[in-house]
């Protein structure tokens, strides 16, 4: 997750076009193989990440796997900065992260990157990451 040094508690779910589903699986803090689906049917499924606070990977981001080949997922960055949660990163998020700044605890909506203050650093990743929306973000991950 993009500001953060722990990669642990991100949702990811799998959903069968076949009805399978939907699989929960919640990240854990080791650096590779922090995700783990097990007893899975074969099929394609679509993936959504959902993390409060970051631009979630969405149904209508249209990100599959297809369990019938077998890979290693790439690397996913979540895109910090989503302070009021809807799925774009703009004007809102900005005057969350403005009028909380200098406060904060990790209940903070401000507090984009969960460092229990909201800081420059928070204003980066919303400068950094405005304009950009859950629909489009993570369009090069997953691409063959």
């Known amino acids: 997750m993009q500001g953060r040094t722990t990669r642990s508690g991100v949702v990811f779910t799998l959903t069968g076009t076949l009805g399978y589903g939907p699989y929960t699986a919640t990240s854990t803090n080791l650096l590779t193989g922090n995700v783990r689906f097990t007893n899975l049917a074969s099929g394609v499924y679509t993936i959504t990440v959902v993390q409060a606070r970051y631009l979630d990977v969405t149904i209508s981001s249209s990100k599959s796997i297809d369990l019938a080949i077998l890979y290693a997922l790439a690397a996913l960055e979540l895109k910090a900065g989503d302070a009021n949660d809807d799925h774009i990163i703009n004007g809102g998020d900005a005057s969350i992260v403005g009028t909380q700044y200098g406060t904060g605890t990790i209940a903070s909506q401000g ?21 950009l929306e859950s629909a489009t973000a993570y369009s090069s991950w997953l691409q063959p």
């Not at 507090?111 to 304009?131: E, K, P, S």
């Open 111 to 131: 507090d984009v990157n969960f460092d229990n203050a909201v800081n420059i650093q928070d204003l980066a990743l919303v400068g950094g990451n405005f304009y």
